[in-house]
């Protein structure tokens, strides 16, 4: 068998395995809020995130085009094939381990400086499009304190605005609400995250002279949803664990609150077609939310653990895929 078409065989499948591992390593944050609140019991949260996610993937590909355009050249990229292999094996190990520990890390800063180190590793820094992948880097930072300060103001107006109804009614009416919230964020999580695998597919089919231009194959479009759905279907419970109950203790009104906060914040990067870590926006949204409602019941230390891994994700990724690289290569 010609040893390209293996290579891209083997690039479509560990972007499908990226895209299932995403699936129960993210979208756990995206229903974390719901399952802490028991808003939603934990099977149908998970059943409705994989349907949910299913469908926001399938519903756009601004992002997936940014993936492939934007960090490096994929028709002039050289040896990329085993550039793209690299660096989705070294996203997969790093989002594994992290996984493991419980520790909500981006996957999207793990694929975003995977690519960059495997093809730095391959032809150096000039390789980088400078200009685009900066503006990915800048999405990934600015987003999370977007996300922080939306989620300050949408729970600060619900504070004042039912500061003076009954407690135990607000709570059963949101969490009614938070059903719906839990819903819309999944949906919008499959609107960015799952894109960037399909990116990824789409740069290897270039790079291998299978396609001609940066548009999505539908092929990919439901690849990549059926392999996140998949993932959200067997449940992320460590980083719900993580994310719904050791950064604050969540209400349903205060879910609601950081549901909306993250969803606006993530569909809005999908509509102008920039990758965004949805482990960071929802993150920083409940932070945003426990400031407004008790800053001193925020759990600073958890807070500050997850700041760490989100520093240090994308440099460790690009290290660890410039090393898969150099071992890929010795075989290949």
Same mark, same amino acid.
């Given at each position: 068998?010609?040893?390209?078409?293996?290579?891209?065989?083997?690039?479509?499948?560990?972007?499908?395995?990226?895209?299932?591992?995403?699936?129960?390593?993210?979208?756990?944050?995206?229903?974390?809020?719901?399952?802490?609140?028991?808003?939603?019991?934990?099977? @149908?949260?998970?059943? +409705? *995130?994989? =349907?949910?996610? !299913?469908?926001?993937?399938?519903? %756009?590909? #601004?992002?997936? $085009?940014?993936?492939?355009?934007?960090?490096?050249?994929?028709?002039?990229?050289?040896?990329?094939?085993?550039?793209?292999?690299?660096?989705?094996?070294?996203?997969?190990?790093?989002?594994?381990?992290?996984?493991?520990?419980?520790?909500?890390?981006?996957?999207?800063?793990?694929?975003?400086?995977?690519?960059?180190?495997?093809?730095?590793?391959?032809?150096?820094?000039?390789?980088?499009?400078?200009?685009?992948?900066?503006?990915?880097?800048?999405?990934?930072? @600015?987003?999370?304190? +977007? *996300?922080? =300060?939306?989620? !300050?103001?949408?729970?600060?107006? %619900?504070? #004042?605005?039912? $500061?003076?109804?009954?407690?135990?009614?607000?709570?059963?009416?949101?969490?009614?609400?938070?059903?719906?919230?839990?819903?819309?964020?999944?949906?919008?999580?499959?609107?960015?995250?799952?894109?960037?695998?399909?990116?990824?597919?789409?740069?290897?089919?270039?790079?291998?002279?299978?396609?001609?231009?940066?548009?999505?194959?539908?092929?990919?479009?439901?690849?990549?949803?059926?392999?996140?759905?998949?993932?959200?279907?067997?449940?992320?419970?460590?980083?719900?664990?993580?994310?719904? *109950?050791?950064?604050?203790?969540?209400?349903?009104?205060?879910?609601?609150?950081?549901?909306?906060?993250?969803?606006?914040?993530?569909?809005?990067?999908?509509?102008?077609?920039?990758?965004?870590?949805?482990?960071?926006?929802?993150?920083?949204?409940?932070?945003?939310?426990?400031?407004?409602?008790?800053?001193?019941?925020?759990?600073?230390?958890?807070?500050?653990?997850?700041?760490?891994?989100?520093?240090?994700?994308?440099?460790?990724?690009?290290?660890?895929?410039?090393?898969?690289?150099?071992?890929?290569?010795?075989?290949?």
């Amino acid at each position: 068998m010609d040893s390209i078409l293996v290579l891209t065989v083997l690039i479509v499948i560990f972007a499908f395995a990226f895209d299932f591992i995403n699936g129960f390593h993210d979208t756990a944050n995206a229903i974390a809020t719901a399952v802490s609140t028991k808003a939603l019991k934990p099977r @149908f949260a998970i059943a +409705l *995130a994989a =349907t949910m996610n !299913f469908l926001g993937a399938i519903s %756009f590909t #601004g992002v997936a $085009k940014t993936i492939t355009e934007s960090i490096v050249n994929p028709f002039t990229l050289a040896n990329g094939q085993v550039v793209i292999l690299s660096a989705l094996l070294a996203a997969i190990i790093w989002n594994l381990v992290t996984w493991y520990f419980g520790i909500p890390s981006s996957s999207s800063h793990a694929i975003i400086g995977a690519i960059a180190g495997a093809a730095i590793a391959s032809a150096g820094f000039h390789v980088i499009e400078f200009r685009g992948f900066i503006g990915i880097i800048e999405a990934l930072i @600015f987003s999370p304190i +977007l *996300a922080f =300060t939306v989620g !300050f103001i949408i729970y600060s107006i %619900f504070k #004042g605005s039912f $500061k003076n109804l009954n407690l135990a009614k607000t709570n059963r009416r949101f969490r009614f609400i938070q059903i719906f919230t839990a819903a819309l964020q999944a949906y919008t999580h499959g609107t960015n995250d799952a894109q960037k695998s399909m990116g990824i597919i789409t740069m290897a089919l270039i790079t291998n002279h299978y396609i001609s231009t940066s548009d999505i194959p539908f092929w990919v479009q439901v690849g990549c949803a059926l392999a996140m759905g998949l993932g959200t279907s067997i449940g992320g419970w460590r980083i719900i664990k993580t994310v719904g *109950a050791n950064i604050m203790k969540i209400r349903p009104i205060n879910g609601v609150a950081a549901d909306l906060s993250s969803a606006a914040v993530i569909f809005g990067a999908t509509y102008i077609h920039l990758p965004v870590s949805t482990t960071h926006v929802i993150s920083s949204s409940i932070l945003g939310v426990g400031s407004a409602h008790r800053i001193k019941g925020v759990k600073w230390d958890t807070a500050q653990r997850m700041i760490v891994t989100w520093v240090i994700t994308l440099p460790i990724a690009a290290a660890l895929a410039a090393v898969v690289y150099h071992i890929v290569n010795i075989f290949l």
